[in-house]
């Protein structure tokens, strides 16, 4: 295994075979401006030729859960996140969070299905709840919206009123995006991104927390070691899509 990866205790090391062994949902972590490397994962799933039965996500997982389930591949999605210019989403405005989110949210709605009735495979994301101050996990409705709220980071974005709710970023609380309480028998994987940066250091370890209980049918994939980004080093992210790409291809035992 490449330095950089790594599995929790309770993943056998032929990770590979244990997805190939059946159906599994995929739970794509919050990590600040971790899109880019969460594409990379999913382009090494592809090339691998494994295809999640169910999509989570949060914050940053979030968005590149809503493509995958959307329908896009790999390419058009690497595609996509590469031509992103911080114009395309840097809208400032006063309020609680520096950018108003309206840009953003037009981007995704471009892309993206509109509803998440029409993925082709199904999806949620993870949200928080300002006024009940907890997670709650959306899967149905207005898709860009939902996607919007996982990813609206307290301080950077203004927070997300959506069906009468005022939501931010779904990982404050949950960093790994997935919904465990109604799960039963399903098989996770959940991909958590750990970046060297130090704010997102502080945000993950110091705010955000996981709070799922681990058990027979929950494996965790760790990716370290990746580029520091944020909204003035955008220039990074085809480092950090590479770096995924290599780390999980050697996590599922893939040659290159």
Known sequence: MTKGSRFSSNVP??????LERG?????????????????????????AGLRPAKLSGSSAGALV??????GMDAREVRELLFSVKRADFWDPGLGAGLLRGGKFRRLIAKHFVSRFEDTRIPFEVAVFDILRARTEYVGRGDLPSAVVASCAVPGLFHPVRREGRWLWDGGVFDKPGVNRAGAG????LSVMLESGSKVASWYERGVARTTHARDENWRE???EGLPQLNFTRLQLGPSAHEACLRKTHAALGVLI
């Not at 090391?13 to 244990?18: A, C, E, F, I, T």
């Not at 859960?65 to 959307?70: F, L, M």
Request: net charge negative; charged share 20%.
């Open 13 to 18: 090391s032929d990770l590979r075979s244990w």
């Open 23 to 47: 159906p599994f949902t995929l739970a794509l972590s919050s990590s600040y401006f971790g899109f880019y490397a969460h594409a990379g994962l999913m382009q090494a799933f592809e090339e």
């Open 65 to 70: 859960g809503a493509a995958w389930a959307s």
């Open 185 to 188: 028998d399903e098989r996770i």
């Open 221 to 223: 994939l760790r990716i």
